[in-house]
């Protein structure tokens, strides 16, 4: 364990006990220290919040629609609202001319207010219930007026410009394979996979979704493959493993939504350095069009080769043709695998872009916790972005649901999303150098 925090923050970035209402994120949590009072009112990290919240809560996330798809559209018409007040850097897709007077914080709150109606439109009540409390805390006025105004017409075309874009249709039907390696429903729910349709999804920055689509996952009959699967195999099993305690910890501490995790860590590393409104857009923004693309780009590596998940491999090893591996046929993880193809892994994928996004904006290091919704009262504590990214991933191999060998992949994939958004998104353009 590194470095503990020198504070743990309930009040300031805990999760609740049962499910969030508006303005509370359930899920994992990052703390590092206490923030001002100025901060703590933060719009931009007070909306990604309440959209972790929202996501979190049973029911209300669309089944057919990834996560990070709005986290990314609500931080692009936060971000393109400041930056069309403060002109602290270009915008991200919608140029605006609002006026320089007028209000940020009520442009940022008007943007995501907006934009989450629009995606969650069952949940407004609520999200209108949220938003007018934070116009309360604003002094009445002219400015307080333009940004209102600035805040609706951003948040507006962002979702025009993102209209049709494939997010909103059905999953492809799936049929596995019937040799050897191809993708197989796990058990125990046997769930059809989901997000099929994910790869023909619009990117955000990318220039398609197999801009960086990964080599051929190594041969059945590979030592490299054997050895991957021994691993898992013996570290990722439900019952006698060969997992330490901290391991197992691990595996089990990590499996909630890995991009939640994330945004939290995000939100603990704006606290700690004192983080303006218009860096927060900025960060948060080009963390969460990072995730969307990341998520774009690992599914169209998923299901290029529609790779079996470890559970099947080890259970049907003595097909695949390797003397290496062997067949056991009881063989069950640690925690359930998620219903699709297994590389890459998207833990490594999204931590990997998510350490990279960090590290250029924040340096590498950093002291901070993080908590889970899996463990309650658990912590883990890290020194850098960049080992709570190598943690996450291994995470995966311990829980029995991937292998090294999707990993790696995820890592390389992580690093190469990440290098492409942060170069071309405005603003410090040494981030990019910061991020290789």
Avoid: C
């Amino acid at each position: 364990m590194r470095r503990l925090v020198t504070a743990f923050l309930v009040a300031a970035l805990g999760f609740p006990a049962a499910l969030p209402a508006l303005g509370q994120a359930a899920g994992p949590s990052a703390s590092a220290q206490a923030p001002s009072p100025a901060q703590a009112g933060d719009p931009v990290i007070h909306w990604n919040r309440v959209l972790l919240g929202l996501q979190a809560s049973q029911g209300v996330q669309p089944p057919t629609v990834h996560p990070t798809y709005e986290l990314a559209v609500m931080h692009a018409a936060i971000y393109d609202a400041v930056v069309s007040i403060d002109r602290s850097a270009k915008p991200y897709l919608i140029h605006f001319a609002g006026p320089r007077g007028a209000s940020l914080p009520a442009a940022a709150d008007t943007a995501a207010r907006d934009t989450l109606v629009e995606l969650y439109p069952s949940q407004q009540a609520g999200i209108d219930r949220d938003y007018a409390a934070q116009l309360a805390q604003l002094p009445a006025g002219r400015r307080k007026t333009q940004g209102i105004r600035v805040g609706g017409a951003v948040a507006h075309k962002i979702l025009a410009r993102r209209a049709d874009d494939g997010s909103n249709a059905p999953p492809v039907p799936f049929t596995p394979g019937t040799n050897p390696g191809n993708y197989q429903l796990t058990p125990p729910k046997f769930q059809q996979p989901v997000f099929t349709h994910w790869p023909m999804v619009r990117p955000f920055t990318l220039e398609r979704a197999n801009q960086f689509r990964l080599p051929r996952p190594a041969a059945l009959t590979s030592s490299a493959y054997a050895a991957a699967i021994n691993e898992v195999k013996t570290l990722g099993v439900g019952q006698g493993s060969t997992r330490t305690p901290d391991q197992t910890q691990i595996g089990q501490f990590w499996n909630p939504p890995i991009w939640g995790f994330w945004n939290q860590i995000a939100q603990t590393a704006a606290l700690a350095h004192h983080s303006t409104l218009s860096q927060n857009a900025r960060t948060f923004a080009l963390l969460n069009l990072t995730f969307a693309d990341s998520a774009i780009a690992f599914y169209d590596s998923k299901y290029a080769y529609d790779l079996w998940r470890p559970v099947t491999a080890v259970r049907m090893a003595d097909t695949d043709g390797n003397p290496a591996t062997a067949a056991d046929s009881n063989w069950t993880p640690l925690v359930a695998t998620a219903p699709d193809p297994s590389y890459p892994g998207a833990h490594s994928t999204i931590s990997t872009a998510g350490a990279a996004v960090l590290s250029s904006i924040y340096g590498p290091r950093l002291d901070f916790a993080v908590t889970s919704p899996a463990l309650p009262g658990v912590q883990r504590s890290f020194d850098s972005f960049a080992d709570a990214a190598q943690e996450a991933g291994l995470s995966r191999i311990y829980a029995g649901v991937h292998t090294r060998l999707d990993h790696a992949a995820g890592q390389t994939l992580g690093r190469e999303v990440a290098r492409f958004v942060i170069d071309r998104f405005p603003g410090d353009r040494r981030a990019a150098d910061r991020a290789r």
